[in-house]
């Protein structure tokens, strides 16, 4: 299929099910994603505080603004620009925003393909479930990178092969069920609906779909997203880094950098976590998701070169630093308190005297002069990402 009836087959889609189907409140939502706070999001990727908060945020394929109303309300100086193919899908994007006070925020309905009609450059790009529904990535990927600014970041979320496959085959089979009438999504959720009511318990599809899906799609438009979409396309390492590489931009992390530590997996074979200290690393992270096939999705920070990021290994960097807490933990002041990625810390006594007194004033010296926290103590909650530093 070509690009444009792709184009209008996605579209057709999310204006009969619009995506995500959370739903409108009359206030900011809950709770935050820390990939959507820019602090949090820089000091992730770089190690530091970012210079600089009123930016510019492209929410590339923002469906029903449920991202771009968080990005809009995590970053109280930025301006966000949200795209989207579907017009339904818009339509409610900037209804949710409108309701919740998300103001800072334009819409245009526009392909990813066509952003280069919009004027300027971004600090942050965020493009979550999208390039995995193009007939063309790469095309995808590189006009989304023109647009990235020098220092920038771009989040990005994409389909995983390995995790999915349960999945893949059920698109298949509904597929062939449908016959002429694929593309009549209404009834393609209904012949999936009926598969699944019908084979026994202890198939397979059925069995994946109790344990990981079942609860989100009990909403039509989740389960049409998932099993009756007209365009997939699933990566595996290899692939991904050829999308990445495609993309000339520099791949910085994983959101989720724990799931991709070989320890995690082989604690108990030293001697084959030895033998893999050989390997580059994105075979390292083949070799991860073949022992863990669990890979639904890939979610990643790439960057525009200069990124600059920080090394607080030098004692009198780190001591002449400006510390605070990072905006995206849970629970201070308490001595047990969730971090970014809403896990669970508990703090020593030292630690918790040293976070009561960053003001975004005092230096790593300067407190450390009235606590009893020594600098290791400080690059423990710096890795942790429990603080953000500025370089003095």
């Known amino acids: 299929m070509s690009d444009q009836t792709v184009s209008a087959a996605v579209a057709k889609l999310y204006n009969t099910y619009p995506f995500p189907p959370e739903p ?142 349960e999945i893949q085959l059920m698109q298949k089979a509904i597929a062939l069920l449908q016959g002429d009438k694929r593309g009549d999504y209404r009834d393609g959720v209904q012949v999936g609906r009926q598969l699944f009511s019908s084979l026994p318990e202890n198939n397979r599809i059925v069995k994946y779909e109790k344990q990981r899906w079942a609860l989100e799609n009990q909403r039509d438009e989740c389960f049409a997203d998932m099993y009756v979409h007209p365009q997939e396309i699933d990566y595996n390492i290899e692939t991904l880094f050829e999308l990445i590489d495609a993309s000339g931009l520099e791949f910085i992390n994983f959101s989720n950098p724990a799931f991709w530590q070989l320890q995690r997996l082989l604690s108990k074979a030293p001697e084959l976590i030895e033998r893999a200290q050989g390997l580059s690393d994105r075979s390292l992270y083949r070799l991860i998701e073949l022992l863990d096939p669990e890979v639904t999705h890939y979610e990643f920070f790439l960057g525009r070169p200069p990124v600059a990021k920080a090394d607080w290994s030098v004692d009198d960097a780190l001591l002449t630093a400006i510390p605070e807490l990072n905006p995206c933990i849970d629970g201070f002041p308490s001595k047990c308190i969730f971090n970014y990625d809403y896990q669970i810390i508990n703090l020593s006594d030292s630690e918790f005297e040293f976070l009561e007194k960053c003001d975004r004033k005092a230096t790593v010296r300067e407190i450390l002069g009235s606590v009893e926290l020594g600098i290791e103590g400080v690059r423990s909650l710096q890795k942790q990402q429990v603080i953000l530093l500025t370089p003095s």
């Open 24 to 165: 409108l409140l009359d206030e900011p939502p809950p709770g935050y994603n820390w990939r959507w706070n820019w602090l949090a999001a820089y000091n992730f990727c770089t190690g530091q505080k970012p210079q600089k908060q009123d930016i510019r945020i492209l929410d590339a394929g923002c469906g029903t603004g449920v991202s771009t109303e968080y990005l809009v309300h995590l970053n109280p100086q930025a301006q966000v620009v949200g795209i989207d193919l579907s017009a339904g899908a818009l339509d409610v994007a900037k209804e949710r925003c409108k309701r919740s006070g998300a103001n800072r925020v334009e819409f245009h309905h526009l392909s990813l393909y066509d952003v280069e009609q919009l004027p300027g450059e971004f600090d942050l790009i965020n493009c979550v479930g999208v390039l995995h529904h193009l007939s063309d990535p790469i095309r995808g990927i590189q006009a989304l990178a023109k647009k990235l600014a020098p220092g920038g970041l771009m989040h990005i979320f994409v389909y995983g092969e390995l995790g999915r496959w």
